[in-house]
């Protein structure tokens, strides 16, 4: 035998390494975990592998959000309470009016129940107690995410996809532990387990545009002349992350070295020295800055930062130009090479 050859790993032990290796470096067992089941592959597989990870005594709570989409969407919460019993943790269920939510600004119906979904579990975070909330976004659903935003229009930090862990709200946060972990993976996993799960018939519906992405586009790429597409987007997704964290790094060193706070909450910021900086970098940093100083940033757009940037250009003194930004923020360039920022209010 040939001691050389790579260990072979089951099912079982592939989908759990990957799991662990997505779980938060501090752990997630000191207080108690919700678990995002919907009742399919991925979500049962990160629940079962959960399971099997937790040391005693860690507290799992099992949320289901029922949505008034499907027909089948009761028998989906039957599977998942049924499933929850077996293992004895507590299951929290809500069904959630999808139809009859506002659609704040056009988002669509699938927006509309993500927002829905994600209130719901931070409602359950909060009755038990939790700090983190796990769901089972895969491989697969980074990839379909990065060329959706891809296609959209978006940025370096468009482009990193996911994230791995967010805040979802004061004190909780929103882990993919799975993000690394292929749909394949977790069918194995789970036909290995014999365990079983439901299908959801409406993500074979192609009108939506994430089943469109995977079943007409990437689905054929990976049939045909590129079968490693979906480990390609994951990886640009890696890449476009650390290339964004790096910017706004250099950004973040530039506000500490050039920015200055008044006592009156206006920011005086040196400009001379950053005259011939790159405009991208410094389009970042006004981004930084409006998210520091916790300024509106709903209706700032990239037009915006970049006029900010030119005004950090401008060899003369600028004059003219918008000195009114969204949300009532005022910039005024004074002598001297400085811009002066005057928060709202």
């Known amino acids: 035998m040939d001691s050389s050859a790579a260990p072979s790993f089951s099912a079982r032990d592939r989908l759990l390494t990957g799991l662990a290796a997505g779980l938060p470096a501090g752990g997630i067992w000191a207080a108690p975990a919700v678990v995002a089941v919907s009742g399919g592959a991925d979500s049962t597989a990160l629940l079962l592998g959960l399971v099997a990870l937790a040391p005693p005594p860690a507290r799992l ?6 949505h008034d989409l499907r027909a089948s969407a009761a028998a989906d919460r039957e599977f998942v309470a049924t499933l929850a019993a077996r293992l004895g943790l507590p299951f929290v269920w809500r069904r959630l009016a999808v139809h009859a939510a506002d659609d704040e600004a056009g988002t669509g119906i699938e927006a509309r129940a993500r927002r829905l979904r994600y209130r719901f579990l931070e409602e359950v975070a909060g009755e038990h107690g939790a700090r983190h909330v796990l769901v089972a976004h895969t491989a697969e659903d980074q990839a379909e995410t990065i060329l959706h935003r891809i296609l959209r229009g978006t940025g370096p930090a468009g482009l990193a996809g996911m994230a791995v862990a967010r805040e979802l709200c004061a004190g909780v946060a929103l882990i993919r532990p799975l ?19 439901r299908e959801d018939e409406s993500n074979a519906d192609v009108r939506f545009a994430r089943n469109f992405l995977r079943h007409e586009i990437l689905a054929r790429c990976a049939a045909g002349p590129y079968p490693a597409a979906t480990a390609a987007l994951v990886r640009l997704g890696r890449q476009a992350g650390q290339l964004a964290a790096a910017l706004r790094s250099a950004a973040e060193h530039l506000l500490d070295t050039y920015a200055r706070r ?19 970098l410094l ?8 998210e520091r100083e916790g300024w509106p940033r709903r209706d700032m757009t990239a037009v915006h930062y970049e ?26 360039p004074s002598t001297g090479g400085r811009l002066e920022m005057r928060p709202p209010g």
């Open 61 to 66: 709570v099992v949320a289901h959000a029922e």
């Open 307 to 332: 006029r900010l940037a030119a005004l950090v250009r401008a060899t003369d003194a600028v004059t003219g130009g918008i000195t009114d930004y969204p949300g009532g923020v005022r910039v005024t």
């Open 179 to 197: 993000l690394a972990v292929g749909r394949s993976d977790v069918r194995e996993f789970l036909a290995a387990e014999a365990e079983a799960w």
């Open 262 to 280: 008044r006592a009156d909450g206006t920011i005086d910021l040196r400009t001379a020295p950053l005259a011939a900086l790159d405009p991208y």
């Open 283 to 290: 389009a970042e940093m006004f981004a930084v800055l409006w």
